[in-house]
């Protein structure tokens, strides 16, 4: 089955507290992409990759990092939490048909 | 003007009932179009991809897209409870190929 998993579904965690969310897709799909969805404010591209060591900014950048070492995982890596960063994040492979995306990560930094 | 606009909704309507979602977009180089549902706390799912002008049925959804008039819709026929969510129009833009999503209508279907 087509997946993109994402771990973990839930996380609290304090400011400052290094922090990896992991994404993971079986489907081959060369581009991989990050996203923040805020109440009002839609979904927002956060960074993207179109293939290995090819890494982008997307809309909003800061204050996140992404590595793209082999093609089926791209985590997102927030090295010092804020709680402007509370968010639900989605990570998402684009094919020929669209984005799949997995199923979410909610995030609270308190 | 945002690249993809969609009304914020909420649109009510009754069960058994057409509900008709709309969606308008800037690129008027944009070849791709997509329709997302999305259920609160859930991740967007694709119900819909369209590239022509016209119509595209499948099962109770029709995509209809007018790149003339630069708009997409989504209709919806004999519309369920289980239909109530938010839906996200995408539009693949031509300038980038960057996919762009609109922020999403809230649907809610009246048992």
């Known amino acids: 089955e087509a997946q993109v998993t994402q771990n973990p579904r839930y996380l609290i965690t304090v400011t400052g507290k290094k922090l990896t969310v992991t994404c993971s897709q079986n489907?081959?799909?060369?581009?991989m992409s990050w996203y923040r969805q805020d109440p009002g404010l839609g979904l927002r591209q956060i960074y993207y990759?179109?293939?290995?060591?090819?890494?982008d900014k997307g809309d909003v950048p800061e204050g996140y990092k992404v590595s793209r070492k082999e093609k089926r995982n791209f985590p997102l890596i927030l090295e010092s939490p804020s709680p402007n960063q509370t968010s639900l994040y989605f990570c998402?492979?684009?094919?020929?048909?669209?984005?799949?995306f997995g199923s979410g990560t909610r995030l609270t930094v308190v | 003007q945002k690249e993809v606009e969609q009304n914020s909704g909420p649109l009510s309507v009754p069960e058994g009932a057409i509900a008709s979602l709309n969606c308008t977009y800037s690129?008027?180089?944009?070849?791709?179009f997509f329709w997302y549902r999305q259920y609160s706390g859930k991740s967007p799912e694709l119900i819909m991809s369209?590239?022509?002008?016209g119509d595209k049925e499948d099962g109770r959804f029709t995509a209809q897209l007018n790149k003339a008039s630069q708009y997409v819709s989504l209709l919806i026929r004999d519309s369920q409870p289980s239909d109530s969510a938010t839906y996200l129009c995408a539009v693949n833009l031509y300038r980038d190929d960057k996919i762009i999503f609109g922020k999403g209508t809230r649907l809610h279907i009246l048992p």
């Open positions: 990759s179109m293939n290995v060591e090819v890494t």
């Open positions: 998402a492979t684009r094919g020929l048909y669209g984005y799949t």
């Open positions: 489907m081959n799909h060369e581009y």
């Open positions: 690129d008027r180089g944009s070849q791709s």
């Open positions: 369209i590239y022509s002008n």
